[in-house]
């Protein structure tokens, strides 16, 4: 919860990417991330990398920052790229206890998918460290992307930060008590009984904070056919250069891999 805060904390600076149409960034992140699924050259995306880290320093975004939400989400889908190597089949350059081996292919199409996966989650890093969740749900809309969906994820995001305002109260009142979960004195089975005791309450409690927000919405005159107002702003000559060379960047790989071929 505490890397969402920093995350809008970083959306907030100034920075050429930054004052970039939010619309012009999600397309461009669109595109980064199909052509890293479709391409099959490890240079190409080591090359993609090394270009949305560029953006990302210029951006203004630390090194370390980037690093830190890289490390942090890559474990989920660096697991399947490691499955990938006991799993494929080829020439066998490893055998392990139990019939376990690894193949050659396996483990050039795990370090394949593992840089695709790295490429993604720079791209997405990049798009939610320049752009406030406000401007990125207005952005959505304005590219034609589902009302219902755009609603969700407004409504999922406040209720995110809800839950870090609960869960801190919840926690500052147990301390108060002297409790404290890794407390060794008391017993494991009560502990986990309070934590189970406080997931329930925080559970209540966004139960409780929906149903009014839902009636302050109805009183507001809500209904299904409702839509946001969001302001419409023409395109500066900055985002169409920046989408302009975000193209040229992926044609020029392209032609770069087809090449190599």
Request: no cysteine; hydrophobic share 55%.
């Given at each position: 919860?505490?890397?969402?805060?920093?995350?809008?904390?970083?959306?907030?600076?100034?920075?050429?990417?930054?004052?970039?149409?939010?619309?012009?960034?999600?397309?461009?992140?669109?595109?980064?991330?199909?052509?890293?699924?479709?391409?099959?050259?490890?240079?190409?995306?080591?090359?993609?990398?090394?270009?949305?880290?560029?953006?990302?320093?210029?951006?203004?975004?630390?090194?370390?920052?980037?690093?830190?939400?890289?490390?942090?989400?890559?474990?989920?889908?660096?697991?399947?790229?490691?499955?990938?190597?006991?799993?494929?089949?080829?020439?066998?350059?490893?055998?392990?206890?139990?019939?376990?081996?690894?193949?050659?292919?396996?483990?050039?199409?795990?370090?394949?998918?593992?840089?695709k996966i790295t490429v993604s989650i720079t791209a997405i890093?990049?798009?939610?460290?320049?752009?406030?969740?406000?401007?990125?749900?207005?952005?959505?809309?304005?590219?034609?992307?589902?009302?219902?969906f755009i609603m969700l994820l407004n409504l999922t995001v406040r209720y995110l930060f809800f839950f870090y305002d609960e869960l801190e109260r919840i926690k500052n009142a147990q301390k108060t008590r002297c409790f404290d979960i890794w407390n060794k004195n008391t017993e494991y089975s009560w502990r986990l009984k309070k934590i189970g005791e406080t997931i329930a309450m925080i559970f209540l409690r966004a139960y409780e904070q929906g149903e009014k927000t839902y009636l302050s919405m109805l009183s507001r005159g809500y209904s299904q056919e409702s839509q946001m107002y969001h302001k419409k702003s023409p395109l500066k000559r900055a985002d169409i250069l920046f989408m302009i060379l975000n193209i040229s960047f992926i044609i020029l790989l392209y032609y770069i891999q087809n090449f190599q071929l």
């Open positions: 919860m505490e890397n969402l805060i920093s995350i809008e904390k970083e959306t907030l600076k100034e920075s050429p990417i930054h004052n970039l149409d939010g619309r012009i960034k999600i397309i461009i992140s669109l595109i980064i991330i199909v052509y890293a699924v479709s391409a099959s050259d490890p240079l190409i995306l080591f090359i993609m990398e090394a270009y949305l880290l560029l953006l990302l320093l210029f951006s203004r975004i630390p090194l370390s920052y980037t690093l830190k939400r890289l490390f942090l989400i890559l474990p989920f889908g660096g697991f399947i790229a490691l499955f990938q190597l006991f799993i494929r089949a080829g020439d066998i350059i490893w055998t392990g206890p139990l019939g376990v081996h690894v193949t050659m292919q396996g483990l050039l199409f795990g370090m394949l998918l593992f840089a890093i990049l798009l939610s460290s320049t752009t406030t969740m406000q401007e990125l749900t207005n952005s959505m809309r304005g590219i034609g992307i589902p009302h219902t």
